[in-house]
């Protein structure tokens, strides 16, 4: 089946620190792959995706690779800020299995100034 | 281009109470996609529907709830004789077409049972 596994949190990093956020998927199709963002009292934001094995997505600074050799789409950036801080959630879709979305239980970030 | 809108953002019902959520997908979105976010848990699906038809309601619980979208006005889903336990927040997400793999969030209901 379908199945996302993310870095528990929480995760407390200090402004302008380096951010990885691990996640690995298992998939019985070829997936696409997500990270979303939470803010708080807020919905979830896409920020960043990758269709197929060896993209990159990017945005704001943050990128994944799609690593499909290790079923990972880590999220990584370089210099964290304050306004970083916020729940990140990595995801998967799998069209051969329907359009539903899995979930990865989240990742809280706080960054201190 | 306004997003995906729900209503309430927080609705409050005592046990045995009925609960109507309201979704409206963005602009050209034929597509709704419900999940319920337990607290400290990631997203759950419950269903999946197209314009008055449901295509996917594998994770809907078979008793209580029930989601609709009519040819006209949003999304609904219902919980009827609410518990405490179905206290979280509910996620409705749009996507323009079956094939599409980006689905787009809106801001969610939180939902409180006392």
Known sequence: GNSVTQMEGPVTLSEEAFLTINCTYTATGYPSLFWYVQYPGEGLQLLLKA?????????KGFEATYRKETTSFHLEKGSVQVSDSAVYFCALSDRSTGNQFYFGTGTSLTVIP | NAGVMQNPRH?????GQEARLRCSPMKGHSHVYWYRQLPEEGLKFMVYLQKENIIDESGMPKERFSAEF??????????????????AAYFCASSRDRVADTQYFGPGTRLTVL
Do not use: C, F, Y
Request: overall charge positive; cysteine-free; glycine content about 10%.
């Open chain 2, 70 to 87: 009519p040819k006209e006005g949003p999304s609904i889903l219902r919980i009827q004789q609410v518990v405490r336990g179905d206290s």
């Open chain 1, 51 to 59: 269709t197929k094995a060896d993209d990159k997505g990017s945005n």
């Open chain 2, 11 to 15: 609705l409050v019902r005592r046990r």
